[in-house]
C-alpha cells in the first residue's frame, strides 16, 4: 500500500472539473462493453448454429446471448446515467467489477471443464485471460482515483490468482501473472498522477484565464464608464466654456459701458493744467468710479468706493453716477457737503434702508471736490475718504503734503449720522490735489505680504510730485505691479485721481 500511496494520487471523485471528464470516460465504456457483449452474444448463436467455436457452450446451461440479455438493462442504466449528467462516484466501483467478472465468467467455465472445446490448452486460455484482466484493469487509469484503482487492483489479483488455483499452476505462471498485475497497478498509477496534474494544471490555467477574461471585462466596462463620464464631463466643461465666453463677453461689454459712462476727461481737462485717472478694478467691473461736472464756473469731482466690487460693485456705481448727475445738473446743488447729504438721502431712500438689524449696509465712500477757479478756492466733503493736497511752491524746495479727512460715516444708513462737515482753503497755480479709494493703501504685497498703508502712499506721491501727471501715473502703475509681484492677488478695486490746477 505504501507503494500505491507514493504512486497513485488521492484525487477526491466529488471535483466537479474531473467528474465530468470521468462521466464521459464511462459512457464510452460502457458503448464499448454493450458491443463487445453484443459480440459474444452474436458468437454464441453462431457456434450454437454451426456447432463450432463454442467457448460459452463448454457447460450446460450458460449462454452469451443469455448474458448479454441480462446485462442489458444494467448498460442502458449506466447509459443514461452518464448521458444525463447524472453520474455518481458508486458507479465506477460497479463498472470495474462487472468488466472485470464478466471475463472471470467467461473463463471460469472453460478452466472448469474437462473438455474446453477450444484449440488451445487451459494454461495457455488463462494467459489470455490474464491479459484480458490487466487490459480491464489499466482502463482503471481513466477514473482518475487512487481508491478505483487500488480495488480494480485487489479484485483482479483475486480473479487472477482463483484461475490459477483451480489449475494448480498458481506457484509459477499464477505468481508471475499477479506481480504483472501488480506493476500495470503501479505503472496506471504514475499514468493518473501525470494526467491529474496535466488535468489541474489545466484547469488552474482555465480557471486564471477565466479570471482574467472576467477581469478584462469589468476593466472594459469600468473603461466604457470612464469614457461615458468623460464625455459627459468634456460635454459639461464644452457647456460651461460656452457659458463662461458668453458671461465674459457680457462684463467685456459691461466695461466698455462702465468706462464710457465714469470718463470724463473731456469735462476735466479744459479747465486744469493736468490730470491722471489710475482706475485698475478687481474684475472687469468695478465697485469705484470717478464722477466730474462743470457747474457755474466750479469743477465739483468725485472719487468713489461703493460697497462690493464685480457685478454688484457696477450696479452701485450706475446709482451713484446717476444721483449726482441729478443732484449737481439739475438741482442745481454745488456745494460738496449739500452734494453728499442729498446723496446719501436719495440712497437710502433707493435702496430701502431703515436701519433694521440684519438690514445690507450697501452704499459708497466718497471724496468729493469743488474747484471756484473764479475765485481760486477749493471745498472739500468726504465720506470715510480724504483728499491729499501738495501746494506748489515758487521760492521753497521742500514740499509738504497735506491731508484733507472726510467724516467717518459712509453714504447709506448708519448708526450715527448727522450732516456732512464742509472744508475750505484757497489753491494758487500749480496746487495739487489727489483724490482715492482705498484699494491701494490696502493692498496686500511686498517682500512680506503686508498693506502697501497710507504712509507709504503719500511719501511716493510727494517725492514725484514734481514729475508730469503722466510720469506720475506710470509711477503709482509700476509700483503697484511691483508690490504685487505675480504673487499676490489684487483684493479690491482701485483708483486714483489727480489734478494740478
Not at 72 to 92: A, C, E, N, S, V
Not at 374 to 387: E, M, P, T, V, Y
Not at 411 to 436: C, R, V
Amino acid at each position: 500500500m505504501t507503494i500505491l500511496h507514493k504512486y497513485i494520487p488521492n484525487k477526491n471523485n466529488t471535483d466537479e472539473g474531473f467528474q465530468e471528464k470521468e462521466m464521459r470516460v464511462e459512457h464510452i465504456i460502457n458503448k464499448v462493453r454493450f458491443f463487445a457483449l453484443l459480440a459474444i452474444a452474436l458468437l454464441d448463436i453462431i457456434s450454437g448454429i454451426t456447432g463450432q467455436i463454442a467457448p460459452l457452450n463448454s457447460i450446460e446451461g450458460y449462454k452469451g446471448l443469455s448474458a448479454f440479455i441480462l446485462l442489458l438493462p444494467l448498460i442502458i442504466f449506466l447509459d443514461r446515467k452518464t448521458k444525463t449528467h447524472q453520474y455518481r462516484g458508486w458507479i465506477k466501483y460497479l463498472t470495474v467489477s462487472l468488466d472485470l467478472f464478466i471475463v472471470f465468467l467467461i473463463a471460469l467455465p472453460v478452466v472448469l471443464s474437462e473438455k474446453s472445446g477450444i484449440p488451445i490448452n487451459k494454461l495457455e486460455f488463462t494467459l489470455i485471460v490474464s491479459f484480458f484482466f490487466a487490459i480491464i484493469h489499466s482502463l482503471s487509469v481513466l477514473r482518475l482515483s487512487r481508491a478505483i484503482i487500488g480495488y480494480s487492483a485487489i479484485i483482479t489479483l483475486l480473479l487472477n490468482t482463483f484461475l490459477y488455483i483451480v489449475q494448480g499452476e498458481l506457484i509459477l505462471v499464477g505468481l508471475f501473472t499477479s506481480l504483472f498485475l501488480i506493476f500495470i497497478t503501479i505503472f496506471n498509477g504514475w499514468i493518473t498522477n501525470f494526467i491529474l496534474e496535466y488535468f489541474t494544471t489545466n484547469r488552474k490555467l482555465s480557471e486564471a484565464y477565466e479570471d482574467l477574461q472576467k477581469a478584462h471585462q469589468k476593466i472594459q466596462q469600468k473603461n466604457e464608464e470612464i469614457t461615458t463620464k468623460s464625455e459627459q464631463i468634456e460635454s459639461q466643461v464644452g457647456s460651461l466654456e460656452d457659458v463662461h465666453k458668453d458671461l465674459m463677453d457680457s462684463l467685456v461689454y459691461a466695461q466698455k459701458i462702465q468706462e464710457a459712462l465714469i470718463n470724463h476727461d473731456d469735462i476735466i481737462q479744459p479747465h486744469v493744467a493736468n490730470h491722471f485717472v489710475v482706475f485698475r478694478p478687481k474684475e472687469h467691473v468695478s465697485g469705484d468710479f470717478y464722477w466730474a461736472s462743470w457747474k457755474d464756473d466750479k469743477l465739483i469731482l468725485a472719487v468713489a468706493d461703493c460697497t462690493g466690487h464685480g457685478v454688484p460693485g457696477a450696479f452701485m456705481t450706475m446709482l451713484g453716477t446717476s444721483f449726482l448727475n441729478e443732484i449737481v445738473n439739475k438741482e442745481n446743488v454745488t456745494e460738496p457737503d449739500k452734494i453728499l447729504n442729498c446723496l446719501r438721502d436719495s440712497i437710502i431712500k433707493a435702496l430701502n434702508q431703515k436701519g433694521k438689524m440684519y438690514e445690507t449696509r450697501d452704499g459708497m465712500d466718497m471724496a468729493l471736490i469743488q474747484l471756484d477757479m473764479k475765485n481760486q478756492k477749493i471745498k472739500f466733503s468726504g465720506a470715510n475718504n480724504s483728499l491729499c493736497y501738495i501746494p506748489h511752491l515758487n521760492h521753497r524746495n521742500e514740499s509738504n503734503i497735506y491731508e484733507f479727512k472726510g467724516d467717518r460715516m459712509p453714504i447709506s444708513f448708519h448708526y450715527k449720522m448727522y450732516p456732512f462737515s464742509l472744508l475750505e482753503s484757497t489753491f494758487t497755480k500749480g496746487d495739487q490735489f489727489y483724490l482715492y479709494t482705498d484699494g491701494y493703501i490696502d493692498q496686500f504685497g511686498g517682500p512680506k505680504g503686508k498693506k502697501f498703508k497710507l504712509v507709504p502712499f503719500k511719501r511716493m506721491l510727494l517725492q514725484n510730485h514734481k514729475k508730469n501727471m503722466e510720469e506720475q501715473k506710470k509711477i503709482l502703475q509700476n509700483t503697484m505691479e511691483d508690490w504685487l509681484r505675480d504673487k499676490y492677488q489684487q483684493i479690491d478695486d482701485i483708483t486714483i485721481l489727480g489734478i494740478q490746477v
